[in-house]
C-alpha cells in the first residue's frame, strides 16, 4: 500500500469511524457515564476490533459469514439482543455522579461489539472489497496494513465520542436531565436494531 493510498484509506477509515453508529452511541454513554480517562478503555476495544474484522473481512471472512443465510440471521439476532440488552442497560444508567463512578463498557465489550454491529460489518466488507488490490499487493500484508491504519484512525474518532460524553455528563448534574440524556441514547441505540435487519 503506498502513501496515496494509506492516506485515503486512513480517511476512509476516520470518517467511517466518527459518523453516527451503535459503536459511538456505546462510547458516548461510557463517556458520560464514567468519563474519559476511566471510558478510554471503550474506544480501544472498538478500534482494535474493527481493525480485527477488516484484516479477516480482507481474506474473505466477511463474504463466507454474508453468504451462509444461518449464520447471518443467529448474527443478527445476537446482535438485535444485545442492542435492546446495552439501551436497557443505558436507561437504568441513573445520574451521573461527579466521581465517575458509573458503569463503563470496558474493553472485551466494546471489542465484542463490533462482530456484532451492522455498521461495523457493512464497513469492513466495503473496506476489503474497495482498497484490498490482491493482484498488485501482497494480500496478508495488504490486509495487515487495512486494519492497523482503520484501528490507528478510529481510536481518535472514538475519543471524540468519549469526550462529547464526558462533557455532556458535566453539563448533566441534575436527576431530571440526566435521566432524560439517558432515555434518549437508549432510544437511539434500539432504534438503530432496524438497521440490522435492512
Known sequence: M????ALAFAL????????PGPSNAMILSTGAAVGAWRGITCPIGASLGMGVMIVLSAFGVGEIVAAAPKVVIAMKMAG??????????????????ADGQGRATGFLQAFLFQWLNPKGWLVALSAGSTYLVPV??????????????FAAAAFPAGMLWLAMGALMASL????????RFNIVMALALAASVVLVWR
Not at 498488485?136 to 491504519?149: D, E, H, K, R, V
Request: net charge neutral; charged share 10%; aromatic share 16%.
Open 2 to 5: 503506498d502513501t496515496a493510498q
Open 12 to 19: 476512509f477509515a476516520f470518517v467511517a469511524a466518527v459518523t
Open 80 to 97: 438485535s439482543l444485545f442492542l435492546v440488552w446495552l439501551a436497557w442497560q443505558i436507561v437504568n444508567a441513573g445520574t451521573f455522579e
Open 136 to 149: 498488485q499487493y501482497n494480500q496478508i500484508s495488504g490486509a495487515l496494513w487495512m486494519g492497523t491504519l
Open 172 to 179: 448533566l448534574r441534575g436527576e431530571r436531565s440526566a435521566r
